[in-house]
């Protein structure tokens, strides 16, 4: 039997064996640009809920298993990252009103685990995680079948997961082109034999240096809960909790009408699990004493914002705010009603992006991209600090767009999430937006201009390496159009005319340059005449400061 504390230290070793071992998982990216991010992204999120099984004491494997995969799916970064919070949610669920778990319970979990993250996956592709999490699975059931003891479904989920992983790159050309295995299949190894060095031994792996703290990714709007005027205060305290819903829970759109009732700045996300609440209200203990009506309070925190603001204002000094356990338990925007119809939260990096983005009318700007992506929980404060009845998120990265899909879910507004995987087509996006439209005629009309935009990208080789026949150096220039690698080169100033040159096809006008955080202005200016004197003089040639990091420049052609 595994109990509620051995699953927990168990969780506790595997994010720890990640996070020591993420620089290895990240070395397995197959492209050779700077954006090998797999182990990072899977140790942040299972880092996430690292942070929160800590505090944890005594509880069932249901309750260990819920709380991991609450926080797993609020810290999930990049798609590996959130298809490995899918996995647990789904392993939750398998372990639902269980006070321990026989090996035949967590191989069942295990199989719902992997339902989940195929479910959520449109076009799920073998040879990755989803296939090693899969087989391990089968074999799991299998063992299960005949001895349901713990430690033998254990060692036949790893063993196979080790042999499958094995096998990636005869499912995957590009995988056997590289000489490495799957990357993300490799990190979910390593977070298994995490998990079983403390089944075999009972000592949990430990990190190898002090855990670095993970500050949440500010949008453009941030604001503390005392306000940034001198305005009056309405209502004193600032009233945050954390709901384990019961399973015959009421109907918790009653609980929101009473919270709008007695206060105002509300927050309220529901899912499956859980019920989130922040409030400013004068009567905090009204909003404790309903919430227990749906469930089990997790987490409380109440605030008095006329102290902070007096603080803030130059009066007496505050007591310093306490470090926060966890991503899950931040509120750090303030809430806001939603007065007006559409509203707007895009993700991009450098300050250029950031400030053209704002004068097309987003709301909210999410710093992160490549290297960097933001976690759902990240994108979900962006969303509820919108002050919109429907609002399009622009992920603007392929990496993103699953943890976007994910905080729709959990947000209290209407979301759409727009398929940009790249920044111009956001700013395309953007400009198609039209606000006397629907938002249904608005997501048809703006995937429609994002479908007719080429993105170009100029950056380096982060290291040696073979690709697709391509022999390419570490520091050598890399060209791409929409993903796939085009040429490789040494003076920048030629392989930006050539990319753009080979961009431009029949029926297109328009081509952006935008320049990025280590280019000097006078040599964008020498790519922007090179550019201008490869295409046709009828195409219009713009040239944009992006400040973007990684990338040189971006190009957009349409």
């Known amino acids: 039997m595994v109990t509620g504390n051995q699953l927990r230290d168990a969780l506790i070793s595997a994010a720890n064996n990640i996070a020591n071992k993420k620089s290895m998982v990240d070395s397995l990216n197959v492209f050779p640009v700077p954006d090998g991010d797999t182990g990072t992204n899977m140790s942040m999120t299972i880092g996430a809920a690292a942070r929160e099984l800590e505090q944890l004491k005594d509880q069932p494997v249901s309750e260990v298993a819920r709380v991991a995969a609450a926080a797993l799916l609020r810290g999930a970064r990049g798609n590996s990252g959130v298809i490995l919070s899918l996995l647990f949610r789904g392993f939750a669920k398998g372990l639902q009103g269980k006070d321990t778990a026989t090996g035949a319970d967590i191989a069942s979990a295990m199989a719902m685990g992997v339902e989940a993250a195929y479910k959520a996956v449109m076009k799920p592709t073998e040879g990755t995680i989803l296939t090693v999490s899969r087989c391990a699975a089968e074999k799991a059931g299998d063992v299960a079948s005949t001895d349901s003891s713990v430690k033998a479904v254990f060692e036949a989920i790893l063993d196979q997961a080790k042999e499958t992983l094995a096998k990636t790159p005869d499912m995957l050309p590009i995988l056997k082109k590289s000489g490495v295995v799957d990357a993300g299949g490799q990190g979910l190894v390593v977070i298994l034999e995490g998990m079983m060095s403390f089944m075999q031994d009972g000592k949990i792996i430990e990190a190898a240096g002090k855990p670095a703290i993970v500050t949440p990714i500010e949008t453009t709007e941030t604001r503390s809960a005392a306000g940034e005027s001198d305005q009056e205060i309405k209502f004193t305290y600032c009233t945050e909790c954390i709901i384990d819903k019961a399973a015959d829970s009421n109907d918790a759109l009653a609980f929101r009408a009473f919270l709008e009732s007695i206060g105002d700045s509300l927050v309220f996300v529901e899912d499956d699990s859980i019920i989130k609440v922040h409030v400013h209200t004068n009567d905090p203990g009204s909003v ?3 919430a227990i009506n749906y469930g ?16 803030i204002s130059g009066g007496a000094q505050a007591e310093p705010a ?5 991503a899950e338990q931040l509120f750090p925007y303030a809430a806001v009603d939603p007065d007006t119809d ?5 993700v991009a990096a450098g300050s250029g992006m950031h400030d053209l983005f704002m004068d097309l009318g987003v709301n909210n700007v999410v710093s992160g991209g490549q290297t960097m992506n933001p976690s759902t929980d990240d994108i979900l404060a962006a969303i509820q600090a919108t002050p919109a009845k429907t609002v399009f998120v622009l992920p603007n990265n392929k990496n993103i767009i699953m943890a976007a899909e994910q905080a729709a879910k959990l947000a209290d507004r209407r979301v759409f999430v727009l398929q940009t995987r790249s ?18 005629k608005n997501q048809l009309d703006m995937t429609h201009a994002i479908s007719k935009v080429s ?8 290291r040696d390496s073979d690709f697709d026949g391509k022999k390419i150096k570490q520091g050598e220039l890399l060209a791409m159009l929409n993903g796939k690698l085009m040429y490789t080169g040494r003076d920048i100033v030629k392989i930006c005319s050539r990319l753009a040159k080979t961009m431009v096809t029949k029926g297109m006008g328009y081509v952006t340059i935008y320049y990025g955080e280590d280019i000097t202005e006078e040599k964008a200016k020498a790519v922007e005449q090179a550019v201008r004197e490869k295409l046709p003089s009828d195409i219009e040639v713009t ?3 992006g400040g973007q990091p990684v990338y040189y420049f971006v190009i957009s052609a349409e």
């Not at 559409?342 to 895009?346: C, E, M």
């Not at 700013?427 to 629907?438: G, H, K, Q, V």
Request: hydrophobic residues 40%; negative net charge; proline residues 7%.
């Open 288 to 290: 404790l004493h309903e």
């Open 296 to 311: 089990t309070l997790y987490t409380v925190k109440i605030e008095n914002m006329r102290n902070q603001h007096t603080s």
């Open 322 to 326: 306490p470090e926060p356990k966890s």
């Open 342 to 346: 559409y509203g707007f939260v895009a």
């Open 423 to 440: 920044i111009p087509q956001g700013i395309t996006a953007m400009l198609a937006y039209d606000p006397e439209a629907s938002a249904s």
């Open 455 to 462: 993105t170009g990208q100029v950056t380096f080789a982060a």
């Open 543 to 545: 040239l944009v400061y």
